[in-house]
């Protein structure tokens, strides 16, 4: 069949048999025309997105325009759930209600992953516990049930990462000529339920650094509650971000786990510009007696001090790996009062600390480094909305009124 030609005056032929009868072949020719006319019709109607996905991602990293993150989980998403679903489609017949239906069924399949291992595990403890009654007569020592993993559930935010990769890769295959239309745009995702972030109250965050003073991560857990910053941001930070004197810090690098991997990068930005945080005294002083525990350990370790000037550090100068942080933080917290949180609880209270004392949206953006204000309203707007309501009922409270009988 012969399309119209092009603006360049090409002609254009689709080719396709095997249909049943003639009517069958008619609407085939009509859906094809139709399809030209909306401007739908790809250049390529053989490539599939088993095919193209790792030429997109390639080419991505070629130009180097993902971070180690990003590489890592578009990688994930392709290998482990992309392709096995939708892989066998080809591009110009992918349609927005295939992903739709490949997100219901990832979603089945990982829940189905998760009951198998638990009902596994709970066999396995079952028959180790029969196993050890019979060990225990006999005075053994017991044995340990097997365990095998239990997947993590593919919630909303999974999808919608698995999404995203996807669509900008549809994105780039729709430039390249190769569809005329990105059918990501028609699937329709799991909804979303976004959670409230509850910050510590600031009794709560007293009592745990008063309880872990004594641990020797102590100035980070102070600094991040104090400043804001992101675990990665923390652990790439180093002295000569920091003055001391006038308490400014600058934000310049991260140091992130990509698969247990450590990745150093710049750190995020707003328009090209360094994020620059206030510290008060306390953390300073907190800051400034950690600097000399640092360096008699240096002189301590000798030769030996991985000396790469970085705040946070273990003994020997070595920095610190992030999962580390994560770990530790966690052993404190479900010891002394804050059990369920993460380090990242740290940075909501800091925020929840600015919005309290009456800063606006715009100074609390730009403290955490979100890229927007629209990132700052969609995670702290309940908390501006409560603030806001506080100053309220104090204000009212400045105006004198007749006591009621």
Not at 111 to 125: G, T, Y
Not at 128 to 133: G, K
Not at 205 to 228: C, I, K, N, Q, T
Not at 356 to 372: C, R
Request: aromatic fraction near 6%.
């Amino acid at each position: 069949m012969e399309l119209p030609p092009e603006s360049g005056g090409e002609r254009r032929q689709v080719t396709k048999g095997g249909y049943r009868n003639a009517k069958a072949a008619a609407d085939a020719r009509a859906e094809v025309i139709r399809r030209h006319r909306a401007d739908e019709l790809a250049d390529d109607t053989h490539k599939t997105l088993a095919e193209w996905l790792p030429e997109w991602l390639a080419g991505r990293e070629d130009r180097d325009e993902l971070s180690e993150n990003s590489l890592y989980a578009y990688r994930e998403a392709i290998k482990n759930h992309l392709i096995p679903k939708l892989g066998h489609r080809k591009l110009s017949e992918l349609r927005g209600l295939d992903i739709t239906r490949a997100y219901s069924a990832m979603r089945r399949e990982r829940q189905q992953a998760i009951i198998n291992a638990q009902a596994l595990n709970a066999r396995n403890a079952a028959e180790a516990e029969r196993i050890n009654a019979q060990r225990r007569a006999q005075g053994l020592k017991p044995v340990k049930p097997k365990r095998v993993g239990v997947p993590r559930t593919l919630g909303p935010v999974s999808i919608e990462r698995i999404h995203a990769c996807l669509s900008k890769a549809l994105k780039a295959a729709r430039k390249a000529g190769l569809i005329r239309r990105n059918p990501a745009a028609d699937a329709d995702l799991p909804k979303r339920v976004q959670n409230k972030v509850v910050p510590p109250e600031p009794e709560r965050y007293g009592a745990f650094l008063d309880a872990v003073e004594a641990d020797r991560l102590y100035p980070l857990w102070v600094l991040m509650g104090y400043s804001g910053l992101r675990r990665g941001e923390a652990c790439g930070l180093m002295w000569l971000d920091v003055d001391l004197s006038s308490g400014r810090l600058v934000v310049a690098r991260s140091r992130v786990a990509v698969n247990h991997r450590v990745v150093e990068r710049g750190a995020k930005t707003d328009a090209g510009q360094r994020r620059v945080v206030y510290l008060d005294d306390d953390a300073l002083d907190v800051l400034k007696a950690w600097r000399k525990a640092q360096d008699e350990e240096r002189v301590a370790w000798g030769d030996a001090y991985q000396d790469g000037g970085y705040v946070f550090t273990r003994e020997n100068g070595e920095p610190l790996h992030p999962n580390h942080v994560t770990k530790r933080y966690a052993r404190l917290a479900a010891k002394h009062g804050m059990a369920g949180t993460k380090p990242h609880t740290l940075r909501h209270f800091r925020a929840s600390a600015l919005i309290s004392s009456g800063a606006d949206i715009t100074a609390v953006s730009k403290t955490l480094g979100h890229k927007s204000i629209s990132v700052t309203s969609d995670i702290y707007g309940h908390l501006f909305e409560k603030a806001a309501k506080d100053a309220a009922e104090k204000a009212a409270g400045f105006v004198p009124r007749r006591a009621s009988e």
